[in-house]
C-alpha cells in the first residue's frame, strides 16, 4: 500500500513561535474533556492541526470555548479572520505548500455562504481543506426566537456537497469524533479537495454522558494505493522509448522536491519539450533546455516546434483536451495520460473539462509514477533535438507593465529564495525564473476574484522559518476583494510583501468589452464603462495600513520601483507586511493578448 501525497512529501509546518504568542489565554485547569465541542477539539488535537482559521459565530461557540479553555488555543490554535472567504483561503494557501490540510470554521448557513467561492477554488484546485461548520440546534423545541431559526438548515451540507469530497452532520460526540477522523482523511487522499463537516449548536453545548474511548488515530488513517500496475507501467515505457518526440505536459504535482528531480530526469530521459501551467504552479524548471513555455506565452510561431510530436505525455494536467486542441500535435500522436482526477469529476460542475481522447491511461498519482518511468526508461541513447533555451528578453518594455514589476524583482532579489505566492493573469512565464517546485504555488484554482490575498497569507504562514521570502503580486481588484486577510498576517506576525499590480480596473472584462463591441461593430471607446476603478482612485497602500501592514506608493515610475521594493522587503525581514501599489498601465502584451484570446480567458 502507498500513502498518499502528503503522507509522504510533506507534513504540517510545526506552530511559529510569533503566531503562538499572539492572543494566549488565561489557564483554565480543564484536563478531561466535558463536553461534546471539547470531543471535537481534541479530535483535531489529535491529528496535530497546527492552526484553524475562522470568523466567529453563536453557531458554534461550544467548540469556541473548548479550543480556548480546554486546549488552551494551542494545537489549534485560532487565526482570527475578517470574512468567511479569507478564513478558508488561508487554508488553501497553507495546503499548497504542506500539501496537508489546515482546517476552518464558518457561522452556520451565512458564514458557509461567504466562504463558497474560496471552497470552489480550493475545490478546483484539488487542495485539501478541512472545513467546520454549525446550525442548529437540530431539535427545534431548544431553539432561540428568530436567530436560532433563521441560522438552521435542514440540509447545510447541500450548499457545497457539489464542490466538495465528502459532508457530514454527525449527531453525537463518538459521531463527531469520527467525521473529523473520516474527513481530514479524505481530504488529504489523493486527488485531494476540501469537505464539510457541520455540527449541531447542541451537540456541542450538552455535557457528555460518559467519555468515550481512547483511541489511535492512526489506525483510522488507512494509506491508500495510488501507484500504477506495473504492466501499465512498461507499456507506458515503451511507449514512450518508441516514440520520436515527446512532449510532456507537467500538470499538477505536490511541493516534494524528489517529484521535481524525477520530472526533470523522465524529461531529460527522453529528450521530452515539456509545457507547464501558471493555474497549477511550478512543475519544472524554465531555464531548463528542454522547456517549451506555458500556453500564455506561446506565440503561433512557437508552435511550429512541436509539429514533429508523436506522443504526448499528460502528468494530471488540466484540461487536456483542450492542450491537445492549443499544441494541435499530429493526428496519430499517441496519448498517455497519468491522473485520478477523474475519480472525483461530479456533474454539478464543469471543471472536469471536456473529455479527451487517450491511448493509455494509468489512473494512478503522477508524483508516484514518474519516478518508476525513470527506472524504467533508463538512459537514453538516441539522439534528440534539444531546443534552444529561453531567455530573459533584454529590451526595456514601453510604459509602466507587469514586467517592470519582474525586472524591478530581479535587480532587487538576485538570487535570494523567494515563493510567489499569487501572480496576475497577465504573466509571462519567461519574466522570472522557476528553479524549484517552491518557487511558485499557483493561482487561486477556480477564477474566483478576491482569494489571491487569503491564500497568499496561508502559504505564507506555512513557509515561516523556511528561509524563503513570500510575495503576492496580485491585481487591484483581487487584492480589494479580499483586503481583510492582510490584518490576519498583521496581527498573527506572518510576514508578507504584496505588490500590487494596480491598473485601476478590471481588465480582462474590458478585453471582453472590446471583443463584443468589435463582433457588433460598436464603439469599442466604450470597453471602460462599468470597469474603471477611477475617480476616485483608491489608495491601495492606504488600504495595507487601514490592516496594520506598512504601505508604500503608489509608484508611478518603473525607476523609482527597485527602492521602494528595497525599502518593503526590509520591513517584511523585520517581520512585518508590507503592501506596494504599483500603478501599471491598462493593457497586456500582444502576445499575451493573443494567448488569452485564444484560450478564451
Known sequence: ????????????????????????????????????????????????????????????????????????????????????????????????????????????????????????????????????????????????????????????????????????????????????????????????????????????????????????VTRYMPQVSTAAPAELLRQAAAMLKSAKQVLILAGRASRDPQVWNARVALAE?????????????????????????????????????????DCVLSLD??????????????????????????????????????????????????????????KEIGTSTKPHAVPTPRKIADKEPAGFTNEHIARSLRRVLGDRAVTYTHLPLSWDDSWIHFRHPLDYIGSDGGGGVGGGPGISVGAALALKGSGRLPIAICGDGDFLMGVTAVWTAAHYKIPLLFVIANNRSFYNDELHQERMARARNRPVENKWIGQRMADPEIDLAAMGRAQGAVGFGPVTKPADLPAVLQKAIAEVDAGRVAVVDVRVEPGYTAVMTAAMTRAGN
Open 269 to 309: 530521459a527522453l529528450g521530452a519539450q515539456v509545457v507547464t501551467d501558471l493555474k497549477i504552479g511550478a512543475s519544472f524548471p524554465t531555464e531548463h533546455p528542454l522547456y517549451f513555455g506555458s500556453p500564455r506565452a506561446i506565440t503561433p510561431e512557437s508552435l511550429d516546434g512541436l509539429k514533429n510530436v
Open 317 to 374: 494536467w488540466v484540461d487536456l483536451a483542450g492542450a491537445l486542441r492549443w499544441f494541435g500535435p499530429s493526428p496519430g500522436a499517441k496519448v498517455i495520460q497519468i491522473s485520478l482526477d477523474h475519480r472525483i469529476h461530479k456533474g454539478w460542475s464543469m471543471d472536469h473539462q471536456a473529455l479527451p481522447p487517450v491511448d493509455l491511461l494509468l489512473s494512478a498519482d503522477p508524483d508516484l509514477v514518474v519516478p518508476e518511468l525513470v
Open 1 to 216: 500500500m502507498t500513502p498518499p501525497r502528503s503522507a509522504t512529501a510533506h507534513s504540517h509546518s510545526p506552530a511559529d513561535p510569533a503566531v503562538a504568542a499572539v492572543e494566549r489565554p488565561t489557564p483554565a485547569g480543564a484536563n478531561a474533556p466535558g463536553f461534546g465541542s471539547d470531543v471535537i477539539a481534541e479530535a483535531l488535537r489529535s491529528l496535530d492541526i497546527p492552526y484553524i482559521a475562522l470568523t466567529p459565530g453563536a453557531s458554534y461557540r461550544g467548540l469556541h470555548d473548548s479550543i480556548v479553555n480546554y486546549l488552551g488555543n494551542t494545537k489549534p490554535q485560532m487565526l482570527l479572520c475578517l470574512h468567511e472567504e479569507a478564513a478558508v483561503a488561508i487554508a488553501h494557501g497553507y495546503a499548497k505548500v504542506t500539501g496537508k490540510a489546515m482546517v476552518t470554521a464558518v457561522h452556520s448557513n451565512v458564514g458557509l455562504m461567504h466562504a463558497t467561492m474560496a471552497l470552489f477554488n480550493a475545490w478546483c484546485d484539488r487542495m485539501p481543506v478541512v472545513v467546520l461548520g454549525a446550525t442548529g440546534p437540530v431539535d427545534a423545541a431548544k431553539r432561540r426566537p428568530w436567530i436560532d431559526w433563521i441560522h438552521t438548515a435542514r440540509d447545510q451540507g447541500a450548499l457545497v456537497r457539489e464542490y466538495t469530497k465528502w459532508d457530514d452532520q454527525p449527531a453525537s460526540p463518538g459521531a463527531a469524533r469520527e467525521a473529523i477522523l473520516r474527513g481530514t482523511w479524505i481530504a488529504n487522499t489523493v486527488p485531494q479537495g476540501p469537505v464539510y463537516i457541520n455540527f449541531d449548536a447542541e451537540l456541542q453545548e450538552a455535557k457528555l454522558a460518559e467519555q468515550l474511548p481512547p483511541i489511535d
